[in-house]
């Protein structure tokens, strides 16, 4: 592609440019808004590790789809079910409404969870109230009451209920939270309604608010509780366990003397929610899920809040460091004897990977933290961000990643499955990470690719352990030897057709 006459880097600008060209004038001007350059920041104070400092805050975001337009977004159902309250495993969570969403959003994420499944745990079981008809018409309440007391039949040992709802139930008026207060004291255990419609707000980030706002309201001093804090007690929120990204981060904690009493909501239990805000302070991983929290635990609880990452490990010293310094000399010795322990590891793994990485370009797009945290893993591979993404961040998100991202990476909002393409068509990165419904497309453009929502079946990619996993993972898919076995359909000549 172009390259800018002075500093020879492509010229991100001119392909936006030609990208929007395709669209009518009205499209374009919406779309112009949310794609551009991360610009260097002379007024911002650069990243302690990093050393960056870039903006790229002037990209809009949080804003309603261009309908007709293909997104990749979800929805605030997915934002709930999907992240927040589907994997605390000790809950049955009910998709209340026709079995479709339920079904599509059963077990996507592999959410690792501790238990017997049936027994005590349930993540990876689908409840639904599988409406009909006749339920649209005359209204669900009952059948949903009904539902729960099933539940309790079947399934003694589940500690509580959510009620996720589906956009019939916001359509036709169910009273979700007076099925919730009635079968609450019906049955003596926690009920939670959640008001999660897909069709509210303009992505599963609102469905992240309202399911923050649902434990607020529903389980937090609703209960006594005999746990005595303790001076290192921390809660790890917003990291759902992916592929055990939560045990990987947890036995570094703990391994600094930490002692983790909560761990939303991956491998998580309602007992862990209910005692939260005894914590000493709140490790927030995924910001755009969970901030909401955080922060109503610190203005009602005085629980103050710090974000961390554990993804590469430059950001792993870094964060584990930060950590320690809200704690005792004893814990902050404890974390330097943690790194020192695992630098050997990463001395490994930068001598076996960082040769065959070094220089390959990769183009992300993703949801919640990973458009940016995940950037540092590659940077300490040597690899570099062509370009990066969010499906749902506010405009906070880009404020933090312009303190991981060099100046002149592309930036992408709510890109379209159409600019995605043509973006990567003319970038051609040695490197895609993005989501399940972007694989194979750009699996047939002759591009590897790694499935950063659910890492691909892999993991965990968290901790020091995770970013070994991380680097064979990518070493993989950039330098398997497939992509050179074949030739891409327009470098081969049309067979031709026999005369008649």
Request: charged share 25%; with cysteine.
């Amino acid at each position: 592609m172009a390259k800018d006459n002075v500093s020879g880097t492509p010229d991100y600008e001119a392909l936006i440019e030609e990208v929007l060209s395709a669209y009518p004038e009205k499209s374009k001007k919406k779309r112009a808004k949310h794609l551009g350059v991360a610009q260097a920041d002379p007024e911002g104070a650069p990243d302690a590790v990093t050393g960056i400092a870039s903006k790229c805050d002037t990209v809009k975001s949080n804003i309603k789809s261009i309908p007709g337009v293909m997104t990749i977004r979800g929805c605030a159902y997915a934002g709930s079910k999907g992240v927040v309250w589907g994997p605390i495993k000790d809950m049955v969570h009910i998709s209340h409404g026709p079995v479709g969403c339920g079904q599509y959003s059963w077990s996507q994420r592999r959410n690792y969870y501790t238990g017997t499944t049936g027994i005590d745990s349930f993540v990876t079981m689908q409840f639904t109230t599988d409406f009909q008809e006749k339920d649209i018409v005359f209204g669900g309440d009952k059948k949903l009451e009904k539902t729960i007391d099933e539940i309790n039949t079947l399934f003694p040992l589940a500690n509580g209920v959510s009620i996720q709802s589906e956009c019939p139930i916001g359509l036709i008026g169910d009273d979700i939270g007076a099925v919730a207060k009635k079968k609450n004291k019906d049955i003596g255990k926690t009920i939670v309604p959640v008001r999660c419609e897909g069709f509210r707000g303009v992505s599963q980030s609102l469905g992240h608010h309202i399911a923050n706002d649902a434990v607020r309201d529903w389980v937090f001093d609703k209960k006594e509780t005999d746990y005595v804090a303790g001076p290192y007690d921390v809660n790890v929120i917003g990291d759902y366990n992916i592929g055990g990204d939560a045990w990987a981060s947890r036995r570094l904690l703990e391994e600094m003397g930490l002692n983790v009493v909560g761990n939303w909501s991956g491998d998580a239990t309602l007992a862990e929610i209910e005692r939260a805000p005894k914590a000493k302070i709140n490790l927030i991983h995924c910001y755009r899920s969970m901030s909401y929290i955080c922060r109503h635990m610190e203005e009602t609880y005085g629980v103050p809040w710090m974000e961390y990452n554990f993804f590469g490990p430059s950001q792993i010293a870094a964060s584990l460091r930060a950590i320690a310094a809200r704690f005792d000399e004893t814990i902050q010795a404890r974390a330097e004897e943690v790194i020192a322990k695992y630098q050997p590891l990463v001395d490994a793994v930068l001598a076996k990977y960082k040769p065959r990485l070094e220089g390959k370009t990769v183009m992300l797009y993703v949801g919640g933290l990973r458009p940016r945290h995940v950037v540092t893993a590659y940077d300490d591979l040597g690899m570099v961000i062509a370009g990066t993404g969010y499906e749902f961040a506010h405009n906070d998100d880009y404020k933090r990643t312009g303190h991981y991202v060099k100046e002149g990476t592309l930036i992408y909002d709510d890109v379209t499955g159409y600019e995605l393409e043509r973006f990567i068509e003319k970038v051609r990165p040695d490197l895609v990470g993005s989501g399940i419904k972007e694989k194979y497309p750009v699996q047939k453009m002759g591009i590897p690719f790694r499935q950063m929502h659910s890492w691909d079946y892999s993991g965990p990619y968290h901790g020091y352990d995770g970013f070994a996993i991380f680097a064979r993972d990518m070493d993989m898919a950039i330098n398997n030897p497939v992509w050179g076995l074949f030739d891409a359909p327009w470098e081969t000549a049309a067979p031709a057709i026999a005369a008649e």
